[in-house]
């Protein structure tokens, strides 16, 4: 089974801020890896597929990057709707099918 | 436009079961996997049970093998999760989902199950 970390667990920063979020997968993912961003009391939402593809409808301020094990979600300058919880997810081996533990990214 | 809408959650007491049903409608139903994945309280994501196409592949999480079972009739656009011998640690918002490429692109509102006496 791929274990994937995400750090750090709560980040705090202030609208307009760049925001960065790793996912760390446990062996190599190549570039199947996605993020996902959930807000309290809504479905969880595709923002990135295949480490770098931004789904439709997903604004430019959301990019990804990365390969192998390493994966950074960036947002570059952070709008009041962003602050949510952040999770990576893999596909390059499952079953099973593993999510990071979430990255909280609040309000300063 | 994708919708999943679930329905058939509630409150069982330990040991019960639970149907869970999600009806799908604004794509064609029979060309994707689909997925159940849930969200404990104060927890995150955790995938429980995945479908091919025809219902001729399933995989499941460790923890509900052999009490968890998905299943889908594409005659009527619908997937289902039956729960058997309910455990406190199954207690969570489960979420239908459309899987492509191996990604969940789309997501219902979820339905909570709580397992408690």
């Known amino acids: 089974e791929i274990v994937l970390t995400q750090s750090p667990a709560t980040l705090s920063l202030s609208p307009g801020e760049r925001a960065a979020l790793s996912c760390r997968a446990s062996q190599s993912v190549s570039s199947y890896l996605a993020w996902y961003q959930h807000k309290p009391g809504q479905a969880p939402r595709l923002l990135i597929y295949d480490a770098s593809n931004r789904a439709t409808g997903i604004p430019a301020r959301f990019s990804g990057s990365g390969s192998g094990t390493d994966f950074t979600l960036t947002i570059s300058s952070l709008e009041p709707e962003d602050f949510a919880v952040y999770y990576c997810q893999q596909r390059s081996n499952w079953p099973p099918i593993t999510f990071g533990q979430g990255t909280r990214l609040e309000i300063k | 436009e994708v919708q999943l809408v679930e329905s058939g959650g509630g409150l069982v007491q330990p040991g019960g079961s639970l149907r869970l049903s999600c009806a799908a409608s604004?794509?064609?139903?029979?060309?994707?996997?689909m997925s159940w994945v849930r969200q404990a309280p104060g927890k995150g994501l955790e995938w429980v049970a995945n479908i091919k196409q025809d219902g001729s592949e399933k995989y499941y999480v460790d923890s509900v093998k052999g009490r968890f079972t998905i299943s889908r009739n594409n005659a009527k656009n619908s997937l289902y999760l039956q729960m058997n011998s309910l455990r406190a640690e199954d207690t969570a918002v489960y979420y239908c989902?459309?899987?492509?490429?191996?990604?969940?692109?789309?997501w219902g509102q979820g339905a909570l199950v709580t397992v408690s006496s």
């Open positions: 604004g794509f064609i139903f029979t060309n994707y996997w």
């Open positions: 989902v459309r899987i492509w490429i191996r990604t969940f692109d789309h």
